[in-house]
């Protein structure tokens, strides 16, 4: 075999072995990229269904608030304290494309201020047992158990899907692909004073 010859059989067995190596390269990033964004779309999917259900309590509250308006109109410190902490909690507003540690601790302590004010609410009820025998109220109650615990199990799902995502981003070699992409991890509900448990609504 002539020198040019094989010159240009080595040059071309490079030029393929580079070539296959870039197009590893590129499967390889393609693929990473894109479970990125279906990990983060499935943050952004557990989130939505979190907001769901805390929507689903806040539009609860105002029947909740005139059914115990008739028959507790005196109580209306109690029943202004839940109106005004509902108004917080449902302007306090999470960027879905951000979810940061802060955004979610805001948003965890403005339902919680709800959830806190919905007790003392629910407690107060006590004291009136034509409240308590109304089967309006009674059908409210239910619902505000069921949903509370819907939001405990919506949360828990969000923290599961954010977890695998965020432990994607900072695994080795896929961040490499999250950092040039700016692929950054999600905020996590954490459990803090008061605001890990459901209002307790049975009676």
């Not at 393609?30 to 806040?58: D, F, H, M, P, T």
Request: charged residues 25%; glycine residues 6%.
């Amino acid at each position: 075999m002539k020198k040019g010859t094989t010159a240009l059989v080595i040059t071309a067995v490079i030029i393929g072995f580079l070539f296959i190596c870039a197009l590893g390269i590129f499967i390889w990033g393609k693929n990473s990229y894109n479970s990125l964004v279906a990990g983060e779309e499935q943050v952004s999917a557990a989130w939505s269904q979190v907001e769901n259900v805390y929507q689903r309590r806040a539009d609860l509250i105002p029947n909740l608030v005139a059914t115990v308006k008739g028959y507790a109109e005196h109580e209306s410190e109690t029943l202004e304290s839940v109106i005004a902490a509902r108004s917080r909690a449902t302007q306090v507003t999470v960027d879905p494309s951000e979810l940061s540690e802060e955004e979610i601790a805001e948003f965890q302590e403005a339902q919680g201020e709800l959830g806190a004010a919905l007790g003392r609410l629910l407690l107060l009820t006590e004291n009136y047992p034509d409240l308590k025998a109304s089967r309006n109220f009674s059908e409210l109650q239910a619902q505000l158990e069921g949903t509370e615990n819907r939001i405990a199990t919506e949360r828990m799902k969000y923290n599961e899907t954010a977890r695998a995502y965020n432990t994607s981003v900072r695994s080795f070699p896929k961040n490499i692909i999250a950092s040039i992409f700016d692929f950054t991890p999600k905020g996590y509900f954490k459990a803090s004073d008061g605001t890990e448990n459901a209002p307790k609504v049975e009676f």
